[in-house]
């Protein structure tokens, strides 16, 4: 056994979860190990399509996923992703070969791990045959325990040399340690929620999995429920939840939420995309945030009381002491939220000329699709469309790659986010940019057989850059329309052109069939105007 060798098998052991990548000369061993060992691999057909498939997989398993890449422009190929994940604090492994230390001109040779730091990432390295499963130790621990991007650099000449006799047992790493907050934090957190007549909670990435907990507390204090877009889909079903706070919240739940005279973040930054440039806070409310980063309190605004630990552990003490108040939940409050979800909101209809309103179009595939699906958002001027009117079962059930706001992420997400969740129809919704960036990962969800449903609201442009430059020359980004439900077709694809409601009468049939390959929707939308979410977005 080699050291490559011995580094498979070690992650394998430790539990890693599913591994993708593209496969070249430098990780064709350590690959083969992992498999060897009985991780699951997936080979992508470009590294960044691979990247974003680990870090949807990571999201929504909760596993540690594994990236494997060739060294030097195998791991350039990834980076974007990996940005993305690293933003999103994903526990993922990046096991990338690296150049030999004396292949100084090497045509592979790039500072690897300062391109690591430089996107957040935490770069490591296995030094030697003697440290390699310490050093494969050391990684994983922290992308499990830390949930961190690390990037493990595997030397090419150190993978070659003879491995030493693997110990009898590894020392599998824990979870995250829960962080209870300290008794005066805990006061006073309660002590704002009893003195509060219309408080709200909104939820982040750091809250997904502590729902029961969360809920309980809001209704003790007469909370009502809103969730940043990386949690949405938390309180799906409680009818005092208001949906996504931000730019993607529809006119009744921004009201109310405005109308708070408390608002509590729970592992939630209160950035400006949750809050709208801080307009969603009133001026005479109190703002308190609940992290497990001290950093995060008051990163993004003042505020009146920080607590550092997690969720749970906060919401269930707090609990606790907590008294219980009507607040925020009248029966006035419930009707109105009820009746005040984007898909109840009236709108002026767009469809004409051979093009869909993308309002229609998302409020009817909501009602077509099954409701136990796994919506993956591409980002983009289309992007509050399926985000906003695409209900979603829970957490679990929405994954968001937009920490880097990148386009060309989405496909890969939704296949990772498929893979982690078989059990639920596994959905799309990306524009026509985003779409031909990541055209190629069309032949991986054909060749693993996904029944997966690619939305793409294709209006020819890049929309988001036609609508914040108004009357310039816009030949730089509109383009000619193509045939996407063609080039689906080409990949062995089901495919679909949309124009109009009648037009989703085959995307009815696709449902009703075996749905052993994906289903592309080619959906010509019709000039919005520049979506409100984005145009919110572009005044600051």
């Known amino acids: ?303 009146d009381l920080g607590v550092v630990g997690d969720v749970a552990c906060t919401a269930a003490d707090v609990l606790a002491v907590a008294a219980e108040r009507r607040g925020y939940r009248t029966e006035d409050v419930a009707t109105r939220i009820a009746a005040g979800r984007w898909n109840d909101v009236e709108h002026d209809e767009l469809s004409r000329g051979g093009r869909i309103d993308p309002r229609t179009l998302s409020k009817l595939l909501d009602e077509l699709l099954p409701a136990e699906r796994i919506v993956s958002i591409d980002s983009g001027n289309f992007m509050g469309y399926p985000s906003a009117y695409l209900s979603v079962p829970d957490e679990q059930g929405f994954c968001f790659t937009q920490a880097f706001q990148s386009i060309g992420l989405g496909l890969g997400t939704a296949i990772g986010a498929a893979l982690a969740r078989p059990d639920r129809l596994p959905v799309l919704g990306t524009g026509d940019g985003g779409f031909h960036m990541a055209l190629s990962e069309l032949d991986t969800a054909v060749r693993l057989g996904l029944p997966l449903v690619v939305i793409v609201y294709n209006d020819a442009a890049y929309g988001a850059e036609v609508h914040h430059f108004g009357d310039a020359d816009m030949s730089t980004v509109r383009f000619p329309d193509s045939d996407l439900a063609a080039l689906g077709r080409g990949f062995g694809c089901a495919g679909v052109t949309v124009r109009s409601a009648e037009d989703l009468f085959a995307v009815r049939e696709w449902l009703a069939g075996p749905r052993n390959a994906p289903l592309v929707i080619d959906a010509k939308i019709a000039d919005d105007g520049g979506s409100w979410w984005l145009a919110e977005a572009f005044r600051h």
């Open 1 to 303: 056994m080699n050291v490559a060798e011995l580094v498979g098998r070690t992650l394998a052991g430790l539990g890693a979860g599913t591994a993708f990548g593209v496969v070249g000369s430098g990780n064709f061993a350590v690959t083969n190990a992992l498999r060897a060992g009985g991780v699951r691999f997936v080979a992508a057909r470009h590294e960044g399509g691979a990247a974003s498939m680990a870090d949807a997989y990571a999201r929504i398993s909760g596993k540690v996923s594994v990236l494997s890449l060739h060294q030097g422009c195998g791991l350039t190929n990834a980076m974007t992703g990996i940005a993305e994940a690293a933003k999103s604090r994903t526990p993922l492994l990046v096991l990338t070969a690296d150049s030999a230390g004396a292949s100084v001109l090497s045509n592979f040779r790039v500072d690897q791990s300062a391109l690591a730091a430089a996107v957040g990432a935490v770069p490591e390295r296995v030094h030697s045959a003697e440290s390699a499963v310490a050093d494969t130790v050391r990684a994983f621990r922290t992308a499990r325990q830390q949930r961190r991007t690390v990037v493990l650099n595997l030397p090419l000449d150190v993978q070659a040399q003879p491995a030493p006799t693997p110990p009898d047992r590894l020392p599998v790493p824990s979870g995250p340690a829960p962080v209870r907050p300290d008794a005066g934090s805990v006061a006073s957190l309660a002590e704002l929620l009893a003195a509060a007549e219309r408080p709200v909670f909104i939820a982040g990435r750091g809250a997904r999995g502590s729902r029961d907990v969360v809920r309980e507390l809001a209704s003790r204090c007469g909370a009502l429920l809103a969730t940043s877009a990386v949690a949405h889909g938390l309180f799906h079903g409680d009818p005092f939840a208001l949906g996504i706070s931000g730019g993607f919240a529809s006119p009744v739940a921004a009201e109310l939420i405005v109308g708070a005279d408390l608002v509590v973040g729970w592992g939630c930054a209160l950035n400006t995309w949750t809050t709208r440039h801080g307009k969603l806070l009133s001026p005479h409310a109190k703002l308190a945030q609940v992290d497990l980063e001290q950093a995060a309190l008051g990163a993004h605004r003042p505020i």
